[in-house]
């Protein structure tokens, strides 16, 4: 088992989404995530009634390998850290059991203020302590 704490971990992923060149932020995605880990996000309530609609049940996004995790990061990055309204931290509240670590993550103002957002990570991690596994709930 890796030597990093569950929120050791936790700190490092969120710190990933606010990475701010690209050069880094590629590094640090290889360095969280194994090469072939996937980015699965539950869509939000608004995305899900608008999949349904047009015939999907279950509706999921999903970002797989080094090169969709950037993209994701990235946009994510450009949408609500780059403008510089929003900073994303992760909770004091990280636990691992064996190879999963959970944590809660919060969107708050740059100025300050009560967050405007938040959600669930569920990671699974490998012998190396690299996430395979990364199952991402907003808005809980």
């Known amino acids: 088992m890796p030597s990093t704490t569950a929120q050791q971990l936790a700190d490092r992923y969120a710190a990933l989404w606010m990475e701010a060149d690209p050069k880094a932020r590629r590094e640090a995605i290889e360095q ?6 996937a980015h699965v ?14 015939g999907f049940d279950d509706s999921v996004l999903e970002a797989r390998g080094y090169d969709e995790l950037e993209i994701r990061v990235t946009r994510a990055y450009e ?15 990280a636990v691992r059991l064996r190879g999963v670590v959970k944590f809660t993550w919060e969107m708050v103002p740059t100025a300050g203020g009560e967050p405007v957002g938040s959600g ?7 012998a190396h302590g690299r996430i395979t596994a990364d199952y991402q709930f907003p808005g809980l």
Do not use: S
């Open 79 to 93: 949408e609500f850290v780059a403008p510089g309204e929003f900073t994303f931290r992760a909770r004091q509240d």
């Open 32 to 37: 969280l995530w194994a090469e072939d880990a």
């Open 41 to 54: 996000l539950h869509p939000p309530v608004e995305i899900r009634e608008v999949a349904a609609r047009v």
């Open 120 to 126: 669930l990570e569920f990671v699974v991690t490998d």
